[in-house]
C-alpha cells in the first residue's frame, strides 16, 4: 500500500481554469503538507494542516485553496490556472508538527499550465 | 529565519568515484539536519538526519556529520554506484518552526 499517495500523477490544463490535486496518507499521521517544486528543483512549503488545521500559510496567492476533510486528506484546489503555476506539487505528511519528524512524500503531480 | 545552502549541480561521476555534496546553513535556534533524496520520478525519501552538534547520520552507505562551528553537514560517499543517480536535498528544521527548509538541490549522475 502506498503512504502517501496523490493524484492525478500528471495534469494538463489551460490558462485560467480551476483544477484540484488529491492527497491521502494511510499512515496515521497527524500532519500534512504541500510543497511546490520548480523547474530547478527548488522545493518550497505552501501549507501545513494538523488535524485538519491550517499552521502554515507561505505567502501563496490566494488563489490556492488548501482543504482538508478529515486528518489523512489534505486536497489542493487552484483557481485561475496561471504559467507560472507549472510546477511539480508534493503532498507530505509527518507524525508530529514541526518536520523534525521524518516526512514521508507522495510521488508527486505534474502540473502543466499552457 | 532558516536557510540551506547546498553545491550546485548537476555532478556527473563514474561508478565507485567519491561523492561530496557540500551543505552549509543558517539557522535561528538549535537546528536538526537532515539529507532527503529524490529517485527520478520519485518523492522525496529520508536519507540520514543528525540532531545535534557532532552527530554523524548514515545510511545506505552515505555520511553526514553535523558541524556546528562551520554549520555544515556535508553529504560523503565513498564508492557511489549506478543506482545513486538522484536529487539530494540538504534540508532542517528549528524547534517551533513545524516545517522542513530544503537546499536547492544537487542533481547527481553516476556513470558505468
Redesign the interface.
Known amino acids: 500500500d502506498t503512504a502517501?499517495s496523490q493524484t492525478p500523477k500528471y495534469l494538463v490544463t489551460q490558462m485560467g481554469n480551476d483544477k484540484s490535486i488529491k492527497c491521502e496518507q494511510n499512515l496515521g499521521h497527524d500532519t500534512m503538507?504541500w510543497y511546490k517544486q520548480d523547474s530547478?528543483?527548488?522545493?518550497?512549503?505552501m501549507f501545513?494542516y494538523n488535524n485538519k488545521e491550517l499552521?502554515?500559510n507561505e505567502t501563496v496567492p490566494n488563489r490556492f485553496s488548501p482543504k482538508s476533510p478529515d486528518k489523512a486528506h489534505l486536497n489542493l484546489h487552484i483557481n485561475s490556472l496561471e504559467l507560472g503555476d507549472s510546477a511539480v506539487y508534493?503532498c507530505?505528511s509527518s507524525q508530529d508538527?514541526?518536520?523534525?519528524e521524518?516526512?514521508f512524500?507522495?510521488?508527486?503531480t505534474q502540473l502543466s499550465v499552457l | 529565519g532558516n536557510s540551506v545552502t547546498q553545491m550546485e549541480g548537476p555532478v556527473t561521476l563514474s561508478e565507485e568515484a567519491f561523492l561530496t555534496i557540500n551543505c552549509t546553513y543558517t539557522a535561528t535556534g538549535y537546528p536538526s539536519l537532515f539529507w532527503y533524496v529524490q529517485y527520478p520520478g520519485e518523492g522525496l525519501q529520508l536519507l540520514l538526519k543528525a540532531t545535534k552538534a557532532d552527530d554523524k547520520g548514515s545510511n545506505k552507505g552515505f555520511e553526514a556529520t553535523y558541524r556546528k562551528e562551520t554549520t555544515s553537514f556535508h553529504l560523503e560517499k565513498g564508492s557511489v554506484q549506478v543506482s545513486d543517480s538522484a536529487v539530494y536535498f540538504c534540508a532542517l528544521t528549528t524547534p517551533n518552526d513545524y516545517k522542513l527548509s530544503f537546499g536547492a538541490g544537487t542533481t547527481v549522475t553516476v556513470r558505468a
Open positions: 502517501v503538507y530547478k528543483k527548488f522545493l518550497k512549503i501545513s499552521i502554515i508534493f507530505a508538527v514541526g518536520g523534525a521524518k516526512l512524500f507522495g510521488s508527486g
